[in-house]
């Protein structure tokens, strides 16, 4: 098993551990020398926070631990595509890697709740082509082992 699958499979774990039926199966973990540094699920109802998405939350928790502003060096793991906020975080961070395992499609929730995930309609992909530094990107690692943790109603 490689080091990404390593994380991403702790991830999946750490996800189906955190998830409350009354919030989404969202979550980000960033490493860095592989070492956790941060682990952190979406917070946007519970905190009625429209910022406090997983990845944007790990950022500020994994800068405090740090005390740095800069993660190079580091790896973000998410649930799915980062939106053009998180991204953005990302790079302003400084971060080597986003290796994310699914796009909002993938969500059975999005069609039966007729939900519009990305109000911003620019990919992760297009926005990291536009950065600098350049970020790698790693898009539907294990897509099939984790696609069940999306399977849920969110009524």
């Known amino acids: 098993m490689n080091t990404e699958e390593k994380y991403m499979l702790k991830s999946i774990e750490i996800a189906k551990s955190w998830f409350k039926a009354w919030e989404y199966p969202i979550w980000a973990v960033i490493v860095k020398n592989d070492k956790i540094i941060a682990v952190w699920e ?3 109802k519970r905190d009625e926070d429209p910022t406090a998405h997983a990845e944007i939350v790990a950022i500020r928790n994994a800068c405090n631990k740090l005390n740095s502003r800069s993660l190079e060096g ?10 053009p906020m998180c991204t953005s975080a990302i790079i302003w961070a400084k971060m080597d890697w986003i290796i994310f395992w699914a796009f909002s499609s993938d969500t059975k929730w999005k069609e039966t709740n007729n939900y519009s995930w990305r109000q911003i309609d620019i990919s992760c992909k297009e926005l990291l082509s536009k950065s600098l530094p350049k970020i ?5 690692f294990l897509r099939e082992k984790c696609k069940e943790l999306l399977d849920f109603d969110s009524n």
Not at 74 to 83: A, D
């Open 42 to 44: 979406v917070r946007r």
């Open 74 to 83: 580091c790896i973000i793991y998410s649930t799915q595509e980062c939106c």
């Open 136 to 140: 790698e990107l790693i898009e539907w």
